[in-house]
């Protein structure tokens, strides 16, 4: 994430880095994983300056069953 820097510097950019992490670890925590299919995952880069994968990796997620009262 690009925020600007010196003088033009995003001042919500520490707590977008904060928020980033927490959302990531929650993700983590409240959510089991799989991938869609058993396929070996294809790791080959885009050519656009972000570095894209050229085909996305496509997962399910399933809340664990003690978020279920939490989440529903």
Same mark, same amino acid.
């Given at each position: 994430?690009? !925020?600007g820097?010196? $003088?033009?510097?995003?001042?919500?950019?520490? +707590? /977008?880095?904060?928020?980033?992490?927490?959302?990531?670890?929650?993700?983590?925590?409240? !959510?089991?994983?799989? $991938?869609?299919?058993?396929?070996?995952?294809? +790791? /080959?880069?885009?050519?656009?300056?972000?570095?894209?994968?050229?085909?996305?990796?496509?997962?399910?997620?399933?809340?664990?069953?003690?978020?279920?009262k939490?989440?529903?």
């Amino acid at each position: 994430m690009t !925020f600007g820097f010196g $003088r033009r510097a995003c001042p919500a950019a520490s +707590m /977008a880095q904060r928020v980033a992490g927490l959302t990531l670890g929650s993700l983590i925590q409240c !959510f089991e994983w799989e $991938r869609v299919s058993e396929k070996t995952i294809d +790791m /080959a880069e885009g050519k656009e300056i972000n570095m894209p994968k050229v085909i996305p990796l496509e997962a399910m997620c399933k809340a664990r069953p003690i978020m279920n009262k939490f989440l529903s």
